[in-house]
């Protein structure tokens, strides 16, 4: 698995600031910061601009093959994204002097860590999800990113290690390695001033005075929830200081004991004081990091013969299994529309690769219109059925394709024939996309097949036998199930109708594909 760990560097500011300062999505302070572009995103969680900041390593331009990993640099209280002034400069200077392996740096707008790096109970400010639903896909949506959670980094000082730790806990899928220096570890039972002083303002403003909803978002929590993900899988390390009233070290090593509790592997460091942890962070610790450096990826693209390029890939289905896959795009950057394909029949790597490089239609048809093609298969099975697991794995192809740099994530459509037909009409009622083609859907509806069946159409054996399988399954004749769906637990694209969530066309196939001309 790659690896990606990474540097903290001193940041200014402290979590205990009498003020925090303003609140603003897109902060007024455009000052430069040397070897960063200021930059903003649409934020659909908000409707609105949000601003960031981004490094981008040496090289970057000329490399147009490189994939990078990501550091997101989350500030302390108070702290804009000039904050990362310090953490630039000394990647930067690692990257150049050939120590440090080159990624990209985000520097996260926090809110100045007044939510806690959470949405705000009150739902003003949903801090959250503008990172992970909105800044995570700009992210890998406009620069060449590792774009899987082996190539995603958090780290953060004082708040912003608060925030690492709640996101990295929270989101073990999309975070491979989570830095968490001197986070405030806050709570109620905190007596001391400077704890009950955070706690009296930070409780009210992210959290609406609501105790349960802290707990939800607490990072004790997530450990405790989501350890069996963590565990294995994520570089996790903790970095403490002492401090004269006693409470940031505790509670930091109540985090490291939780972790141990529950075989979580991780570092822990206990030092002497707040200048020393941020010392540690800087020069000293390149040689020990650089030996867990993600390294950038090349991309290992086929030459078509229409001057398009293609490359066999996979995406993380269900549970974390990976499914073939072959991606093919026009000559250029992009950003490109998209279609996701499916084939008819049962699994088949070599399916999805062959129907990935067709030169006819309608993949060749999509990339002379100037689209990108994912042609996917499904989770390997020995015989032909739809199960329903590929629903949602399909659910995952689409959101990878989506963080392909070359691809506009807003404009990515389906398109599937037969199983693939039968499977898309699943998943538009599961994912937003800009609209779908279903040639010959198989099994829109057992309960309609079977009294087509019964009318005396045309009925194929397999569509017989899967009426027969779901009868037998839900313990009920097709007739039974109709009266009362919900009961008997069956859904099917028709039962889902009202959920769809783009237009659709439905064809039935005649002697093959026709493109339009």
């Not at 690896?3 to 200014?12: E, Q, S």
């Not at 704890?195 to 349960?212: I, K, N, V």
């Not at 898309?424 to 097949?449: T, Y």
Request: hydrophobic share 40%; glycine share 12%; aromatic share 8%.
């Amino acid at each position: 698995m790659m690896r990606l760990a990474f540097l903290t560097f001193a940041v200014a500011g402290a979590l205990l600031a009498q003020g925090y300062g303003a609140v603003e999505w897109v902060e007024a302070d455009r000052a430069p910061l040397e070897g960063t572009q200021y930059k903003t995103f649409h934020s659909r969680t908000i409707g609105g601009d949000v601003n960031y900041r981004v490094y981008l390593p040496p090289g970057y331009g000329s490399n147009a093959g490189a994939r990078y990993p990501v550091l997101y640099e989350l500030p302390a209280s108070g702290q804009s994204t000039l904050g990362g002034a310090e953490v630039v400069k000394r990647v930067d200077q690692g990257i150049r002097s050939g120590r440090l392996a080159p990624m990209i740096v985000v520097l996260v707008n926090g809110l100045r860590g007044n939510t806690m790096y959470c949405d705000t109970r009150d739902g003003k400010l949903p801090l959250e999800s503008v990172i992970i639903k909105d800044l995570l896909p700009h992210i890998d949506g406009a620069y060449r990113t590792v774009a899987a959670r082996e190539g995603r980094a958090l780290d953060g000082f004082s708040m912003g290690g608060f925030g690492a730790a709640h996101l990295g806990f929270k989101y073990p899928d999309l975070f491979g390695t989570i830095s968490i220096m001197a986070p405030p570890l806050l709570g109620p039972e905190l007596k001391q001033p400077r704890p009950a002083q955070a706690w009296s303002r930070l409780f009210p403003m992210a959290m609406s005075g609501d105790l349960e909803y802290f707990r939800e978002n607490d990072p004790f929590t997530l450990v405790a929830k989501n350890a069996d993900k963590l565990r294995d899988r994520t570089v996790i390390r903790i970095v403490a200081h002492m401090e004269e009233e006693q409470w940031l070290w505790p509670q930091c090593e109540k985090l490291h004991k939780a972790l141990v509790d529950r075989m979580v592997q991780h570092e822990f460091y206990f030092l002497t004081n707040r200048s020393q942890c941020l010392n540690t962070m800087g020069d000293g610790a390149l040689a020990f990091f650089t030996s867990a450096l993600a390294r950038p990826a090349e991309d290992k693209w086929e030459h078509l013969p229409d001057g398009s390029l293609g490359m066999p890939t996979e995406f993380q289905g269900v549970g974390g299994l990976a499914i073939p896959a072959y991606i093919r795009k026009p000559p250029g950057a992009g950003p490109f529309p998209a279609i996701v394909m499916a084939h008819g029949g049962k699994y088949g790597k070599s399916v999805a690769e062959g129907m990935g490089r067709s030169p006819r239609g309608p993949v060749e048809d999509f990339i002379q219109a100037g689209w990108a093609v994912y042609a996917i298969t499904y989770r390997p099975s020995e015989k032909t059925a739809v199960v329903p697991l590929e629903f949602d794995d399909t659910v995952e192809a689409v959101k990878t394709l989506r963080r392909y740099p070359f691809v506009d994530p807003r404009r990515v459509g389906y398109m599937g024939g037969s199983h693939g037909g039968q499977v898309g009409s699943r998943v538009v009622s599961r994912v937003d996309l800009s609209g779908a083609v279903l040639c010959a859907p198989a099994a829109l509806d057992l309960i309609e097949d079977k009294k087509a069946a019964g009318r005396g159409e045309p009925v194929v054996g397999i569509l017989k036998k899967m009426v027969a399988d779901m009868e037998a399954a839900l313990g009920a004749k097709a007739e039974e199930i109709e009266k009362d769906p919900a009961k008997y637990g069956y859904s099917s694209a028709l039962t889902e109708i009202e959920q769809v969530r783009c237009p659709i066309l439905i064809g039935r196939q005649a002697g093959g594909y026709v493109p339009a001309r």
